[in-house]
């Protein structure tokens, strides 16, 4: 599936950007091209499914710095794959540390690029429903009240019912009516259910 993926282009050498994105269409994918990562910053929209191929080398922001202003200022997790004439090891360690799909030195082999976009695609699957999966979860807990909250933390935490009313002053018959009305909420169907969710919070 590739019409539903888009791979962003970003380089700043109009050439490599040209040929880039032709590849890319031929191959069936959406292809978005920037000169710059700064129209590509004020033009991103991560709910998009797609990964960026980035240049390191540009002027006002190198790859490397788009990169951390992507994870950090817009909560993007977008993968990407740098492309790179001006590739040397301690850069590419660095953007791989920092979560990169892969490091590629141009001229890049088409096999290696696509190889390097089917794993980022991958990938950005698997983040989509992880934080899917943890929208669900906390439009969930939002429906709790807020004695609901610490009795569903408190369980988690491994305390028992007695041991949950002793802490919060009240009746074990009325912990256990939270403990019920909170595994109903989140759709819970046992005790490991709600602690694999407290874990994904």
Do not use: W
């Not at 998009?48 to 191929?53: D, E, F, L, Q």
């Not at 492309?83 to 799909?101: L, N, Q």
């Not at 109903?184 to 169907?189: I, P």
């Amino acid at each position: 599936m590739t019409e539903n993926f888009t791979v962003y282009v970003v380089d700043d050498d109009p050439g490599v950007l040209k040929g880039m994105c032709r590849l890319l269409r031929a191959r069936g994918y959406q292809a978005s091209p920037y000169a710059s990562p700064r129209l590509f910053l004020e033009e991103h929209d991560s709910a998009v499914p797609g990964c960026a191929i980035l240049d390191v080398a540009m002027p006002d922001l190198n790859g490397l710095e788009l990169q951390r202003v992507l994870a950090t200022t817009t909560g993007s997790h977008r993968p990407l794959v740098f492309v790179t004439g001006k590739g040397d090891i301690p850069t590419s360690v660095r953007a791989m540390k920092a979560g990169a799909i892969d490091f590629l030195t141009k001229p890049v082999k088409d096999e290696h690029l696509f190889d390097a976009i089917s794993r980022a695609q991958e990938k950005d699957a698997q983040l989509r429903k992880v934080h899917s999966e943890l929208e669900s979860i906390r439009g969930k807990v939002a429906t709790l009240t807020p004695r609901e909250r610490e009795v569903f933390a408190l369980v988690v935490a491994g305390r028992m019912n007695k041991q949950i009313a002793g802490d919060l002053g009240t009746a074990e018959k009325t912990i256990k009516i939270h403990r019920s009305r909170v595994m109903e909420k989140l759709g819970a169907r046992a005790l490991a259910d709600l602690v694999r969710m407290a874990e994904k919070l």
